[in-house]
């Protein structure tokens, strides 16, 4: 409403009656007064005096319409003055008369805001509506300026489009879907049973998929979302921890099994990953505990023969911490070497035997 009230004032003083004296014989009618001290005659006729108020009393309307309901007070704006100019005989270049025009202008240039106004919200949510991931947020936000636009432009007297952009949340909507479709796809996983092979593979490529949509969708500042995904691997049923497992190489190997005769008080042990056939084995005198215990230690992979290195440095080391005749529990790391020269590096060796 500024444009037209700016101009309210100074309409309202154009038509402020100035009642004359009647001694003056040279004078008929009465009198209002310009901004600029120009003195208007009017007809003082029962007719055109119920112009003027007509005319007043709807500028005083559109002074307090509601910008939605500006267009009706307009217009009978605009029909009280056309009265009022024909029946008092007003002259349209008149100041009283130009300022009422500008009004109207202003009135009409407001109205054809809020409809313009509208029909862009109008548009803006279609687009939103109809947005997809990868353009939902720019959607999301260009709606959001587009109510606030029609809110300058039209008010919003009941609240509802303000309501609607408090409803928004443009910036963390698409991620927050992202987490919250990683969080029930974890959920499922979570649950599947690791006996029921078809159906924990599916659950488990469910939510590797669900966390690439959410590294996508909120990044992956920390780096913690590429880790869990690197940890699901190839979603294959996880193998339960053997009595032997290492890194070789930085890559997990698992001995599903192992062997422990006991040759006097000699146990000869043979660790197998029975997947691919690799063996890992050792001599361990019976009662025998502390560092570097473990004798004749071979570890075959893909048919190649590793021992270990045992002169400069690094160097490889073990040390067993319980040999009770029932279990066989230690540590080992370090390089081994083959026939050819070619060095493994060994970290995180375990060994946790039951004999």
């Given at each position: 409403m500024k444009k037209i009230s700016y101009y309210l004032p100074f309409l309202l003083l154009c038509f402020a009656i100035t009642f004359t004296s009647?001694?003056?014989?040279?004078?008929?009618?009465?009198?209002?007064?310009?901004p600029d001290g120009q003195e208007i005659t009017i007809d003082d006729s029962p007719e055109c005096q119920t112009a003027l108020t007509a005319f007043q009393q709807a500028a005083l309307e559109l002074q307090n319409a509601d910008p939605a309901n500006s267009a009706a007070a307009c217009a009978a704006l605009s029909t009280a003055l056309d009265n009022f100019v024909f029946t008092c005989g007003v002259d349209t270049t008149d100041a009283s008369v130009v300022a009422a025009l500008a009004l109207l202008n202003g009135c009409a240039d407001m109205t054809n805001n809020c409809t313009t106004a509208t029909t862009n919200a109008a548009a803006a949510q279609t687009a939103f509506e109809?947005?997809?991931?990868?353009?939902?947020?720019?959607?999301?936000?260009?709606y959001t300026l587009a109510l606030e636009a029609q809110i300058a432009a039209c008010g919003d007297a009941d609240g509802s489009l303000q309501a609607i952009i408090d409803g928004l949340d443009c910036i963390d909507q698409v991620c927050a879907d992202a987490i919250a479709a990683t969080n029930a796809a974890f959920e499922i996983f979570d649950m599947a049973d690791v006996t029921d092979e078809d159906a924990y593979v599916a659950a488990c490529q469910d939510y590797a998929l669900a966390l690439q949509a959410q590294i996508v969708a909120c990044g992956d500042p920390d780096g913690s979302l590429e880790v869990t995904l690197?940890?699901?691997?190839?979603?294959?049923?996880?193998?339960?921890?053997?009595?032997?497992?290492?890194n070789v190489d930085e890559v997990f190997k698992n001995f599903n099994i192992?062997?422990?005769?006991?040759?006097?008080s000699t146990f000869e042990v043979t660790a197998t990953d029975i997947d691919v056939n690799d063996t890992f084995e050792f001599t361990l005198v019976l009662q025998q505990t502390g560092e570097n215990v473990l004798q004749n230690i071979v570890l075959t992979i893909d048919g190649v023969v590793f021992e270990p290195v045992l002169s400069g440095a690094p160097q490889f080391v073990n040390e067993i911490t319980q040999n009770d005749g029932t279990v066989i529990i230690g540590t080992f790391s370090g390089p081994m070497m083959?026939?050819?020269?070619?060095?493994?590096?060994?970290t995180g060796g375990i060994i946790d035997i039951e004999i």
């Amino acid at each position: 409403m500024k444009k037209i009230s700016y101009y309210l004032p100074f309409l309202l003083l154009c038509f402020a009656i100035t009642f004359t004296s009647c001694d003056d014989e040279q004078l008929e009618g009465e009198f209002f007064t310009t901004p600029d001290g120009q003195e208007i005659t009017i007809d003082d006729s029962p007719e055109c005096q119920t112009a003027l108020t007509a005319f007043q009393q709807a500028a005083l309307e559109l002074q307090n319409a509601d910008p939605a309901n500006s267009a009706a007070a307009c217009a009978a704006l605009s029909t009280a003055l056309d009265n009022f100019v024909f029946t008092c005989g007003v002259d349209t270049t008149d100041a009283s008369v130009v300022a009422a025009l500008a009004l109207l202008n202003g009135c009409a240039d407001m109205t054809n805001n809020c409809t313009t106004a509208t029909t862009n919200a109008a548009a803006a949510q279609t687009a939103f509506e109809n947005a997809d991931p990868s353009n939902q947020e720019a959607l999301c936000n260009a709606y959001t300026l587009a109510l606030e636009a029609q809110i300058a432009a039209c008010g919003d007297a009941d609240g509802s489009l303000q309501a609607i952009i408090d409803g928004l949340d443009c910036i963390d909507q698409v991620c927050a879907d992202a987490i919250a479709a990683t969080n029930a796809a974890f959920e499922i996983f979570d649950m599947a049973d690791v006996t029921d092979e078809d159906a924990y593979v599916a659950a488990c490529q469910d939510y590797a998929l669900a966390l690439q949509a959410q590294i996508v969708a909120c990044g992956d500042p920390d780096g913690s979302l590429e880790v869990t995904l690197d940890n699901l691997g190839d979603c294959s049923i996880p193998e339960d921890d053997g009595p032997v497992r290492m890194n070789v190489d930085e890559v997990f190997k698992n001995f599903n099994i192992a062997d422990a005769p006991i040759d006097g008080s000699t146990f000869e042990v043979t660790a197998t990953d029975i997947d691919v056939n690799d063996t890992f084995e050792f001599t361990l005198v019976l009662q025998q505990t502390g560092e570097n215990v473990l004798q004749n230690i071979v570890l075959t992979i893909d048919g190649v023969v590793f021992e270990p290195v045992l002169s400069g440095a690094p160097q490889f080391v073990n040390e067993i911490t319980q040999n009770d005749g029932t279990v066989i529990i230690g540590t080992f790391s370090g390089p081994m070497m083959n026939a050819d020269g070619d060095v493994i590096t060994i970290t995180g060796g375990i060994i946790d035997i039951e004999i």
